[in-house]
């Protein structure tokens, strides 16, 4: 399942299983490096800014070698770039820096609720919950650092399978401090308790009233678009993906989803095209597993090797720098295109860590393509008892009763899924790889 999470994690939005990174979460120090309702509109200028922002904060760090402050502010200088080249090298430095400045300052003090929620993006979740009782340590809280606190610590919770809780506490962060930021954690609920619509009404509102930055606005617009694709509105996810191009230009992950729309309106040559020419600029294995599906699909064997290979190497690039991060997305590389028994290895070892829905989703599919569909299907029963439900989780469901000869069972769950999203059994679902639901 390539679904809204992955689509998310790649903008920088959200950490795939809910951790949400928005300029607006909480105020950061030093405002001014921030700026709400306006600032770069195209990759490029933002890219120049996050690089100026970044040779700033080394010369404040330098001339303060002993304090915290100005490694945090550089920190988060470097984790903005990170959101637009997707470079893991600034992430490193950014934990190095957290590190070195938690260190510094008397406990509690400190970039606790930085360290937390750089620690989700590299899906890290000791590591955040050890910033986050830091956190909770600290004498006095500005109402958007404890509302923050909240919403990270409910961004744990979802990712460890506790959905219940998480809900409670991102309502809890939404009421303290409301804002698009904890909406959207709201919105990711609803649409993992099989409410897609839900989902869409609660972003679609709250991103009205918002004032964000060009790029996060671009970012909750593709968000719209995959909560429209979950719910099987085709043209509203077009729209939005729209939106998204005219508020941030030149952004690698606007784009994909621009050609992905073609393909969603029928016009698989020209989305084909148009998916070739970012891969061969930008090299991102998701785009490059997205036009792999479109070429097979096509019927152009030949060519989607070719570019299967690329995207291995890449996805084992990923892997070797941060493993925890791209591992689940790896392994539903290798379900769809690689090695079936590798996918299994590493969504094996992802749901060690995190059994959040997504999860669970790829490792039972991984355990149907290794002829195992007794294990899936005990992992896919564990997922709704939880409260995980979407319509891959039911899909999912399906083939594996049918390939446990329980065909009349299978049929309930395809039906479920259709409830949810008419189009749920045709192949176009598994060819939206960017919004997958």
């Given at each position: 399942m390539k679904n809204i999470a992955l689509t998310l994690a790649a903008a920088g939005l959200l950490s795939v299983g809910g951790a949400i990174w928005l300029d607006t979460d909480r105020e950061?120090?030093?405002?001014?490096?921030?700026?709400?309702?306006?600032?770069?509109?195209?990759?490029?200028?933002?890219?120049?800014?996050?690089?100026?922002?970044?040779a700033s904060g080394r010369a404040m760090v330098e001339a303060a070698p002993g304090e915290w402050l100005p490694r945090e502010v550089l920190s988060l200088g470097l984790i903005a770039r990170f959101r637009l080249t997707g470079a893991t090298a600034d992430l490193a430095e950014a934990e190095q820096l957290l590190d070195s400045a938690l260190a510094a300052a008397p406990d509690p003090?400190?970039?606790?609720?930085?360290?937390?929620q750089l620690a989700l993006m590299q899906h890290d979740l000791d590591g955040a919950e050890a910033a986050l009782a830091r956190f909770e340590r600290t004498a006095v809280k500005l109402p958007d650092e404890a509302a923050a606190g909240l919403a990270l610590s409910g961004d744990v919770a979802f990712q460890r399978g506790r959905i219940d809780e998480a809900e409670k506490l991102y309502r809890q962060a939404h009421a303290a401090s409301p804002g698009f930021g904890s909406a959207a954690r709201l919105a990711n609920v609803a649409l993992w308790r099989g409410?897609?619509?839900?989902?869409?009404?609660?972003?679609r509102q709250e991103l009205e009233k918002s004032r964000l930055t060009p790029q996060d606005r671009a970012r909750a617009a593709l968000m719209l678009a995959d909560f429209s694709y979950a719910a099987g509105q085709l043209e509203a996810a077009g729209n939005w993906t729209k939106q998204a191009e005219r508020a941030f230009t030149g952004f690698w992950l606007v784009?994909?989803?621009?050609?992905?729309?073609?393909?969603?309106?029928?016009?698989a040559d020209a989305?084909?095209?148009a998916l070739e020419r970012l891969a061969q600029r930008d090299s991102e294995p998701e785009v490059i597993d997205t036009l792999v599906g479109l070429l097979r699909h096509?019927?152009?064997?030949?060519?989607?090797?070719?570019?299967?290979?690329?995207?291995?190497?890449?996805?084992?690039?990923?892997?070797?720098?941060?493993?925890?991060?791209?591992?689940?997305?790896?392994?539903?590389?290798?379900?769809d295109f690689g090695d079936p028994a590798k996918a299994l290895a590493l969504a094996r070892e992802e749901v060690a860590k995190?059994?959040?829905?997504e999860a669970i989703e790829v490792l039972a599919s991984a355990y149907l393509a290794n002829d195992r569909p007794a294990e899936a299907l005990a992992w896919l029963e564990r997922a709704e008892r939880q409260g995980y439900?979407?319509?891959?989780?039911?899909?999912?469901?399906?083939?594996?009763?049918?390939?446990?000869?329980?065909?009349?069972?299978?049929?309930?769950?395809?039906?479920?899924?259709?409830?949810l999203n008419p189009d749920a059994a045709g192949d176009l679902r598994k060819l939206l790889r960017f919004g997958h639901y």
């Open positions: 950061p120090p030093q405002r001014k490096w921030v700026m709400a309702g306006y600032g770069p509109t195209s990759h490029a200028a933002a890219t120049q800014r996050a690089d100026e922002t970044i003090a400190g970039p606790s609720l930085t360290a937390a409410n897609p619509g839900r989902a869409l009404a609660i972003a784009e994909a989803y621009a050609a992905q729309r073609l393909a969603a309106a029928g016009q989305a084909i095209a096509a019927g152009r064997e030949e060519e989607a090797g070719r570019w299967t290979r690329l995207a291995t190497r890449q996805w084992d690039a990923k892997l070797a720098e941060a493993r925890d991060a791209y591992r689940l997305h790896a392994a539903e590389h290798h379900l995190r059994p959040f829905g439900r979407a319509v891959s989780l039911d899909m999912a469901r399906g083939e594996v009763l049918e390939a446990l000869g329980r065909d009349g069972e299978a049929r309930r769950y395809y039906d479920r899924a259709a409830t």
